[in-house]
């Protein structure tokens, strides 16, 4: 049988079948088939092909529309197919997609001056993804703790990395490796030794375990798929005294708080002082892949060529996507709708917590909120796509709303009627739900959280 142009219904032979014999069988997507025939199991998905987005929408190939409040997890900031991205994409696919870094090309120079100029750090090197991103960093911490005196191949003094507890960084090996949640971790072991995880928001257990041998210490300034927990400014403070103290680098991953999602161009610059290095991927590009370290001048210094690199990393193509995407955020004053849209949001979720016991908490900054529940979340997931709602749940309990920066007042409030319907209707299929995890899910300052 032909396979259909996305956008339309396939029919599987057994329902073609079904036409002579006048048994009704249920339809089936050919593309489906081969999905879990051919792809390897990494990722638990409803029986769905997505075809198309317009604005905060997403659509089905049997024409459902659905409320986007997940943005691709972070990545459509801008929402789906939206105009000025459309033609940048239209006009530099017809020029150039790759050129390799052996050249200089017209976007990268002009985007890490602009980045340069939101972040307050001065040097840019553009990756393919948010991981590639913290793997680079961590290379960088590296080479920054080492004395000239050290041998090449011989392990420096300065080499152990702090990280913290519910942590999330990647899957590549560096950033597993500092990922504190097991589940991601202990199956790949041995991962990339010298790293060690302090307690989240823990002042005291980062004094305990800061010392000349931490070369970095790492942690997201929001913590996202941790359930999305800010760290406290104490923390904060704390953590660049101690890497100036000894040496050392404050990394931040901003890779799912940064460039917007908050209301701020970055998260950490509701502190007063800056990171060495700032790590950004995911709406970078407006959903092409790319990241970007951005860092200080005297981490930059000790980088010389050759000693990092990558093929597809910062192209013409996806990095006058990226201009265009911190473009469209200024010249559309996306900062103010951020804010404001996410203000109301909290306004409204507070009113449903009122409502529902077992909403534990509400979280987050901007457009990046989770609602903590107590028992767990993936039913009110699958509720909310029967409804015509994108959402997510991460460490179990907390319902993750990450919807696009371009979220106007109806579409708030279309949210919360959708929500507050969702929340009436799914308990009794929730509390049923017999999986023995404890719904304790928050992270504590004096103890694991996963």
């Known amino acids: 049988m032909m396979r259909t142009s996305p956008g339309k219904k396939t029919v599987s032979r057994s329902a073609s079948k079904s036409r002579t014999s006048g048994v009704r069988t249920v339809k089936q997507d050919l593309r489906l088939l081969d999905a879990e025939k051919f792809l390897l199991p990494t990722y638990k998905r409803p029986p769905v092909v997505m075809t198309h987005g317009r604005g905060a929408c997403v659509f089905d190939a049997t024409g459902k529309r659905y409320l986007d409040f997940l943005g691709g997890i972070a990545v459509n900031a801008l929402g789906h197919a939206h105009p000025r991205i459309v033609k940048v994409i239209r006009r530099e696919a017809a020029r150039a997609i790759h050129l390799s870094n052996l050249y200089h090309h017209a976007y990268q120079g002009p985007l890490a001056r602009k980045l340069a100029s939101w972040s307050g750090l001065d040097r840019v090197f553009f990756a ?15 080479l920054f703790g080492r004395n000239p005196e050290e041998a090449p191949g011989t392990a420096a003094k300065k080499h152990r990395f702090l990280a913290l507890e519910n942590s999330f960084h990647g899957r590549t090996f560096g950033a ?17 030794p010298g790293a060690e995880f302090v307690r989240f928001n823990d002042v005291a257990d980062l004094e305990s375990k800061f010392d000349g041998t931490v070369c970095a210490v790492l942690l997201e300034t929001i913590q996202g798929e941790g359930g999305i927990h800010p760290v406290s400014e104490a923390f ?53 892949p790319l990241g970007a370290i951005l860092a200080s001048e005297a981490v930059a210094s000790r980088v010389s060529p050759g000693l990092h690199g990558t ?18 955020i200024e010249s559309e ?6 804010r ?12 449903l917590a009122a409502k529902f016991d077992f909403i534990r908490e509400i979280r987050g900054e901007g ?36 919807p696009p920066f371009i979220i106007n007042r109806t579409q708030v409030r279309e949210f919360l009627r959708l929500f507050e319907l969702i929340l009436a209707t799914t308990p009794q299929q929730a509390a049923a739900s017999d999986s023995g995890k404890t719904a304790d899910p928050a992270p504590r300052a004096h103890a694991a959280s996963r």
């Not at 904060?236 to 940064?258: F, K, P, S, V």
């Not at 404001?340 to 009113?351: F, T």
Request: net charge neutral.
């Open 236 to 288: 904060w403070n704390r953590a660049r005294a101690l890497a100036t103290q000894y040496g050392a680098l404050l990394i931040a991953d901003e890779i799912q708080c940064g460039l917007g999602r908050t209301g701020r161009y970055f998260a950490y610059q509701k502190f007063s002082s800056k990171p060495d290095i700032a790590l950004i991927a995911k709406p970078l590009a407006a959903g092409l």
């Open 311 to 328: 093929t597809f990393g910062g192209g013409p193509l996806a990095c006058a996507t990226a201009l265009e995407f911190l473009e469209t």
């Open 333 to 338: 004053k996306l900062l103010e709708n951020i």
């Open 128 to 142: 393919n993804s948010g991981t590639e991103a913290v793997d680079g960093a961590m290379k960088l911490a590296r």
């Open 367 to 402: 457009l990046m909120i989770g609602v903590e529940l107590s028992i767990e979340g993936a039913p009110f997931v699958a509720e909310a796509m029967q409804h015509g709602l994108l959402i997510n749940c991460t460490h179990d309990f907390t319902l993750r709303l990450l």
């Open 176 to 192: 597993i490796s500092v990922t504190s949640t097991e589940k991601y971790r202990l199956p790949f072991a041995p991962v990339v």
């Open 340 to 351: 404001a849209r996410g203000a109301e949001l909290r306004e409204g979720l507070a009113k």
